[in-house]
Nanobody
């Protein structure tokens, strides 16, 4: 049974930073692409960052490029999202997600790749 547990969300002022963490269990962590996906009230889900199973290859949405950084630690079975220079428009629930298939060399920037999601962590940025 796949389980993804996020932590690290909270309230921060504009210009501040947060680091989200996600610990995975249930499948060999190193075999699966991982992503961070956010959803703000009244808006569509947005895949903000993704990282390949090999850790060679990262993707960022234009809205966060240069401010957010995704990384993974195979020993800790964890994926991280470092978020700097946060802005009010970054306010959302952030979900950690794992691809459905192992060693997937497809489009890891696509929401369709990610089958398993965590419960989400709230990030609120005040102006």
């Amino acid at each position: 049974q796949v389980q993804l547990v996020e932590s690290g969300g909270g309230l921060v002022q504009a210009g501040g930073s947060l680091r989200l963490s996600c610990t995975a269990s249930g499948r060999p962590f190193s075999s699966y692409n991982m992503a961070w996906i956010r959803q703000a009230p009244g808006k569509d889900r947005e895949l903000v960052a993704a990282i390949r199973w090999s850790a060679i290859g990262t993707y960022y949405a234009d809205s966060v490029k240069g401010r957010f950084s995704i990384s993974r630690d195979k020993d800790k079975k964890s994926v991280y999202l470092q978020m700097n220079n946060l802005q009010p428009e970054d306010t959302a629930i952030y979900y950690c997600a794992q691809a459905g298939q192992p060693i997937d060399r497809g489009d890891y920037s696509s929401l369709r790749m990610y089958t398993y999601w965590g419960q989400g962590t709230q990030v609120t940025v005040s102006s």
